[in-house]
């Protein structure tokens, strides 16, 4: 089964500032979509990992996700400043 290409974005929030999200599929034209946050030490990847599995095909065709990787948790990220605010606050901060 073929990966849908994803479309990379940078959002910025308040309280959190920069981070990515990557957007897997037609958000314009699916019956559906579907946010991710990734587990502690992953990214989006896992996510990839997940729905590439062949029992996954029927909603991959039906919808779309948004994979949202959490500030320090994207590939190839550097350490987070120490005044960071601590992730249980940081994902309130997006939402």
């Known amino acids: 089964m073929s990966q849908t290409p994803l479309e990379k974005r940078v959002i910025s929030a308040p309280r959190v500032g920069m981070f990515n999200v990557h957007i897997q599929g037609d958000l314009k034209h699916s019956q559906f979509v579907i946010l991710t946050l990734h587990d502690l030490g992953c990214n989006h990847s ?3 990992n997940f729905l590439s599995n062949p029992s ?3 909603i991959n065709r039906r919808g779309a ?3 949202v990787d959490v500030p320090g948790q994207e590939d190839e990220a550097p350490d987070l400043p120490a005044e960071y605010p601590p992730k249980c606050k940081s994902g ?3 939402w």
């Open 46 to 48: 896992m996510w990839l």
């Open 92 to 94: 309130l901060s997006v």
């Open 56 to 58: 996954m095909e029927e």
């Open 65 to 67: 996700f948004i994979h």
